[in-house]
């Protein structure tokens, strides 16, 4: 099973900033959409941002001005920004990944970075 490799989570203080990146096998063509999302303890795992293969872009209102997605396709290669970090951003973060052509749909998720905020 293909799984996608995560970088980047750590211990930040509140107001610091992350970087998270999130590679595909460069066998894997086509990567329509690229996304992460995040899990706090006890909570559902919540979409955080989206990308499309064409750079559109979608936050959840709790990040906007604050995350940045970005992709580079030459690299299967996502990235999430986490800038002014707060508490309540602590979770594990899950990169997502789907491809689709024709009438398949393949879906892929990374093993998860935990992100922990420190005040």
């Known amino acids: 099973q293909v799984q996608l490799v995560e970088s980047g989570g750590g211990l930040v203080q509140v107001g610091g900033s992350l970087r998270l990146s999130c590679a595909a096998p460069?066998?894997?063509?086509?990567?329509?959409?690229m996304a992460w999302y995040r899990q706090a303890p006890g909570t559902q795992r919540d979409l955080v941002a989206t990308i499309s293969r064409g750079d559109e872009t979608n936050y959840a209102d709790s990040v906007k001005g604050r995350f940045t997605i970005s992709r580079d396709n030459a690299k299967n290669t996502v990235y999430l920004q986490m800038n002014s970090l707060k508490p309540e951003d602590e979770a594990v973060y899950y990169c997502?990944?789907?491809?689709?052509?024709?009438?398949?749909?393949?879906?892929?998720w990374g093993q998860g970075l935990r992100v922990t905020v420190s005040s």
């Open positions: 460069e066998s894997i063509a086509g990567i329509n959409t």
């Open positions: 997502y990944m789907k491809r689709t052509a024709g009438w398949s749909t393949r879906e892929y």
